[in-house]
């Protein structure tokens, strides 16, 4: 069964409830890796005191940086962080530190996943060629749309990732444009896509941020989307 993450940039945010975060690094005032034993500690009684937890943790480092995503993974596991995306682009000269930085969020635990995106170049063929059992897909059909390409026919049906996707952005835009709109009045076939996924019991997560300025607005249009699927 699916469940709801929001994504927040800073954790006295409203969460409507939902109680899965998505953070970015820097969050908590410095880089994870650089957080002292207390500093650590303080943030996890909060969570705990919230009944909120970490689902998705987003991180920018250079692959050549092994030691400081050591640090980072012990962290995260400390922080009962459940996924990390890896943001930073890499070339095919990094594939030996990926093949690491993978290996050491597999000990702790902790899935690594990777959102195809316009910025890093990554494209799902190209995601298969180091995916593990231990890694994952972030899926935000507006992406693809913003690279002028349909995202459900033309992209994601016949990817072939269908099990590899944690979480699905609930994001709308126009077709090869930067610019964003409500749920359901652009181009990014995100009811395609959730669609597909939950036809294959899909047990990942629904995200949801406020994107247009408006997450009443988003939240219900979702909620209308669901009752159509």
């Known amino acids: 069964m699916f469940k709801y993450s929001i994504a927040l940039n800073n954790l006295d945010a409203e969460t409507y409830g939902i109680d899965n975060l998505e953070l ?32 998705l943790y987003t991180v920018d480092m250079p692959l050549s940086g092994l030691s400081e995503y050591a640090d980072f993974f012990r ?8 996924n990390v995306k890896l943001a930073t682009a890499f070339a095919p000269e ?10 050491m969020a597999r000990g702790m635990g902790i899935r690594l996943l990777f959102e195809p995106t316009l910025e890093n170049g990554l494209s799902l063929e190209a995601y298969k060629t180091f995916r593990t059992a231990a ?30 996707v944690v979480f699905v952005r609930m994001q709308d835009g126009i077709m090869g444009t930067d610019t964003l709109v409500p749920l359901e009045e652009g181009n990014s076939e995100v009811k395609e896509c959730l669609s597909l996924l939950l036809a294959r019991s899909y047990d990942g997560y629904i995200s949801v941020s406020d994107y247009c300025g408006n997450m009443e607005d988003t939240l219900r249009r979702l909620a209308e989307m669901l009752m159509r699927i």
């Open 94 to 103: 990094d594939s030996e530190n990926l093949s690491q930085v993978i290996d």
């Open 135 to 164: 890694t994952g897909l972030v899926l935000s059909p507006v992406e693809f749309a913003r690279q002028g390409k349909m995202p459900f026919r033309s992209v994601f049906y016949k990817s072939k990732v269908h099990g590899d």
């Open 24 to 55: 970015c690094d820097g969050v908590f005032g410095k880089p994870l890796h650089l957080l002292t034993g207390a500093e650590t500690e303080e943030i996890r009684n909060r969570l705990i005191e919230k009944r909120q937890r970490i689902v």
């Open 75 to 82: 962290r995260a596991h400390l922080l009962y962080i459940e």
